[in-house]
């Protein structure tokens, strides 16, 4: 969910992943699924779309990582055929 409990705004997202003992800050933009969807379909056809979850090895590394991404997928793969023009 957005931080501004906004579902349908985009937002910029500064995330911070850690590697190797130093943090990284990863930008990304949040948007809706509609949003993602229409700017795809402008110019491919989905053939699947995918919201991954954590692999179980992950529980055990970090509980709370696990829980989060169980319950808020931060991850979109969308699978799509190049449309022919």
């Known amino acids: 969910m957005s931080e501004k409990g906004d579902y349908?705004?985009?937002?910029?997202i500064i995330d911070i992943w850690k590697r190797e003992?130093?943090?990284i800050e990863v930008p990304f933009y949040?948007?809706?699924l509609q949003a993602?969807?229409?700017e795809v379909l402008?110019?491919?056809?989905?053939?699947?779309?995918?919201?991954?979850?954590?692999?179980?090895e992950l529980?055990?590394?970090?509980?709370?990582?696990?829980?989060?991404?169980?319950k808020n997928p931060h991850?979109?793969?969308i699978k799509g055929?190049?449309?022919r023009q």
């Open 59 to 70: 529980e055990s590394k970090d509980k709370k990582a696990y829980e989060k991404l169980m």
């Open 81 to 83: 055929m190049k449309q």
């Open 42 to 56: 402008k110019h491919f056809s989905l053939e699947k779309i995918i919201e991954p979850q954590p692999v179980k």
């Open 36 to 38: 993602i969807c229409q």
């Open 21 to 23: 003992g130093k943090s």
């Open 8 to 12: 349908f705004s985009k937002e910029l």
């Open 30 to 32: 949040r948007r809706s």
């Open 75 to 77: 991850f979109l793969i």
